[in-house]
């Protein structure tokens, strides 16, 4: 692929949450891993076609069984989307996803626990890399205080943070997680071109965060938000994919879109449908985070965008 010179594209005024991904600190202390831990390398059977999958907690799969020892801290799932679309497309895989990742972690090693550190993730590619993949931001714009601070006790609230937390991220119409958002915009675009500069010829797509509150509200007690807050929530996440996309778009790569096709399986869906578990999961996955079903459903966007470049 062609190098970009990066273009910050310019941002449309929407906005919603964080799209997701370290782990619920004080919730997910309730919800331990319980799965079998897989030992041995991260790396699917394939025809040789390199894939990198770089990202956080919503690409890794915090308790989707099977968890895998790579290191064990960074909850990464035999099951998650990378693997399940290079499996499908006889991709080499090579998957350094981490729970907790934020794009500071793209260039660092990140710790974790138990095991040894993540290596930086941009590590795991090299010119020779064919597609890469990647999903962050949500861990950059704090998601796991955002949950904590904006839970309420009843569906009229009080929060953690005040009788609503969109009254504490948007005091006076200075909204402090859109800020971060536009922020955080020439971040990704200047990690695309880093991806690009160590593989020219690479396929990148960069993941969006799948919906996980419902467009007209919450669902208290499950997800335990008030009204108002669930639909700023929403915005915010709106806002953070859109931002994705347009950094995708500017800089070379392909942006896949799992936010629309997962409106109607979202946490306040059924057991059977929903693609995002709520506060207090029914499935194996990590609270607020994306469970089996909706692994491979993002897997199934991701194939049709790699089949769509020749992979």
């Not at 929407?14 to 079998?36: D, E, N, Q």
């Not at 799948?210 to 499950?222: K, V």
């Not at 669930?230 to 915005?235: C, R």
């Not at 709106?238 to 800089?251: F, H, M, Y």
Request: hydrophobic share 40%; net charge negative; with cysteine.
């Amino acid at each position: 692929m062609e190098h970009l010179p990066h273009r910050s594209s310019p941002r449309r005024k929407s906005r919603v949450i964080k799209g997701g991904l370290a782990p619920v600190v004080a919730v997910a202390a309730l919800f331990p891993t319980s799965v079998t831990l897989l030992t041995g390398t991260d790396v699917a059977a394939a025809s040789g076609t390199g894939y990198v999958a770089l990202g956080d907690s919503f690409a890794s799969g915090p308790d989707i069984p099977t968890q895998l020892a790579d290191p064990a801290g960074c909850l990464r799932s035999s099951n998650n989307y990378p693997h399940v679309a290079a499996t499908a497309l006889k991709l080499a895989l090579t998957d350094v996803s981490c729970s907790g990742a934020t794009t500071a972690d793209m260039y660092a090693a990140q710790g974790v626990t138990p095991g040894p550190a993540n290596p930086a993730q941009l590590s795991a590619i090299t010119a020779s890399t064919a597609a890469v993949s990647l999903q962050v931001g949500g861990d950059n714009l704090g998601f796991t205080s955002i949950l904590e601070n904006c839970i309420a006790l009843t569906p009229w609230g009080p929060t953690k943070v005040g009788a609503n937390c969109k009254s504490y991220y948007d005091p006076g119409g200075h909204d402090s997680l859109l800020a971060a958002i536009d922020a955080l915009a020439p971040t990704i675009g200047t990690l695309l071109q880093q991806v690009h500069t160590q593989a020219p010829t690479a396929a990148v797509f960069v993941v969006g965060y799948p919906a996980i509150l419902p467009q007209n509200g919450a669902c208290w007690p499950s997800m335990p938000f008030e009204t108002a807050d669930a639909l700023y929530l929403s915005q915010t996440e709106v806002e953070l994919n859109q931002v994705l996309s347009n950094e995708a778009t500017a800089n070379g790569a392909v942006f896949v879109n799992t936010y629309t096709p997962s409106i109607n399986h979202n946490a306040c869906t059924s057991e059977a449908n929903r693609w995002v578990e709520p506060l207090v999961p029914a499935s194996p996955a990590y609270p607020v985070h994306p469970n089996a079903n909706g692994e491979a459903a993002m897997a199934g966007l991701l194939e049709a965008a790699m089949e769509a470049k020749g992979l």
